[in-house]
């Protein structure tokens, strides 16, 4: 920036988590010139992916009070493994439904093409016996399946076909659509509580018993819709380390788009002229350590990263409430994958007798969930989710992997630490070996909590002639796969209220249809990315 022109800009967005990077993306592409600062040395915010030495400092971060989001911090790792560049280890790991928001977005911008992607493998489910059950993923797999019954198999298939369609006024959901989910399966449906835990916490990845039919059914609907889109699998996972590395594709996409990066610097200093005030009205910003003061008309933030304590009008983006969940979470670094059979072989193969014994293999990328009550001293209310990753999403150096679990809590952190609160579920994971081993002994073991933050209440919001600051809604933890997607649509929510803002700063007229959120491609949009 050579001139106080190029210091100038419409909107600066603080923090790279996932929904700012998105909105960046949108509004660069939208012909906005936007400056993006982040006082992390990284891209991704809370979704980051970072290598192992970077967890290790990121964690000490944590215990200091510099990341707010997270809290207890604990690791057996002192020191970097060996080749800890090559670990890509996302903060907040999930999986990519094959159709909705995120999957729609990555492909209207052209942000696909900064990233790879591979299909997950499988979704298993743990029983308090220490037995796997493989998911089945299609109506095929139903049919094959041996440890269903044939009148089962009929009332499941009745039952996927309800859930497929358009179920909101059907005669099966009277009175019944905030009723727990799992009573829904049993006494509408007539199916076993064993089939009825299987579809509620693996298929349609329920937190708790008590979650109500309707939403449930909704995420269910969705991701039968996604199988068969990109193969026998509804979901998909990035590679070098997932929506981390989703997060830093928007980022260059907004930077191809004339967007200004500015990472690990802080904001020293910030302040705020009215409108009248001639060519200095709007905000100010002075950074550590960086060489020239930025100039804005419009300010997005999360909450805690807001610039200091400015009395500017500031509107937050009204979003459903979720949670609100304490998750406790756990980062397994191994060097043998768990094992178990085949969670694709649902039958016996061709030439060999019903009921023979399946060769037990590694699985990689893939979930294993565990439902309430399926492990000793685990949690009684809550389903437990692992994510089961390895070199081949180019996340670990070779014959490596990262076992991730996921514990949603009911309110504050509890007394114990996260590695108390896990460790039933880490001891049931590592003893996942073929008969006569030893359990999986980790290379490395992190924990921590996230915590929730409030959403904004709805008497703050302002109009967009109004807001001079966009408050970007907190992005909790609501199922396993649901993240990317609800950022997603915070990230248009946002994009929507800031070009409306905008629109008045310049004299425009404010545009009340719909703004399209992604303009069509332009022909060899991008190549002149010359990183690329």
Sequence with gaps: ????????????????????????????????????????????????????????????????????KFSSFSTSSTTPLPFSRQYS??????IIPALGPLISSLIASGVSKYSGFKLLSSVNIYSSNGKIQSVPGSKEDVFHNKEISLIEKRRLMRFLTFAAGDFEEKVELEGKKERPFIELLTSTFSLSQE?????????????????????????????????????????????????????Q??????????????????????EYAPPGSGETSGF???????????????????????PGQLDVPSSSIPVEETGPYTVARGIIITDRAPIYTNPQQTSAPEGEEAGAALAPVSVDASLLVFPPSSVGKGSQTHSATVHITGDTSLSTPKGKW?????????????????????????DALLALTEEGQEPICPLSASYFFELPESAPLLGNQLSPKEVRHITVPPLNYSTFPELPDSATRHAEAVFTFAVQAIQFLKGEDIDETEIEFWPPIEENDGD?????
């Design 402 to 426: 990262i076992l991730y679990i996921v514990l949603p809590i009911t309110g504050s952190p509890p007394q114990e630490t996260a590695e108390e609160v896990l460790q039933p579920y880490v």
């Design 249 to 270: 594709g928007f980022c260059r996409a907004s930077a191809v788009h004339g967007g200004v990066y500015i990472l690990g610097r802080t904001i020293t200093e910030v």
């Design 528 to 532: 002149d990315d010359s990183d690329s």
């Design 284 to 306: 100010t910003f002075i950074l550590d350590d960086f060489p020239e003061a930025l100039h804005s008309q419009l300010v997005i933030s999360t909450h805690g990263l807001k």
């Design 89 to 94: 280890i996302c903060l907040r790991p999930s």
């Design 1 to 68: 920036m050579s001139n106080d022109s190029e210091a100038n800009f419409d909107i600066v967005i603080i923090g790279t988590g996932l929904t700012e990077s998105i909105t960046a993306a949108a509004l660069s592409k939208a012909k906005y010139k936007v400056a993006h600062i982040d006082p992390n040395a990284y891209y991704g915010g809370n979704e980051a992916s970072l290598s192992q030495d970077e967890l290790i400092s990121w964690g000490e971060a944590v215990n200091e009070g510099r990341h707010s």
């Design 195 to 247: 089939l009825s835990t299987v579809i509620a916490y693996s298929l349609a990845h329920c937190v708790g018993p008590s979650d109500p039919a309707l939403p449930s059914l909704a995420r269910l609907r969705s991701y039968l819709k996604s199988i068969g889109r990109y193969g026998p699998s509804p979901f998909l996972i990035g590679h070098y380390g997932g929506i981390g590395d989703v997060s």
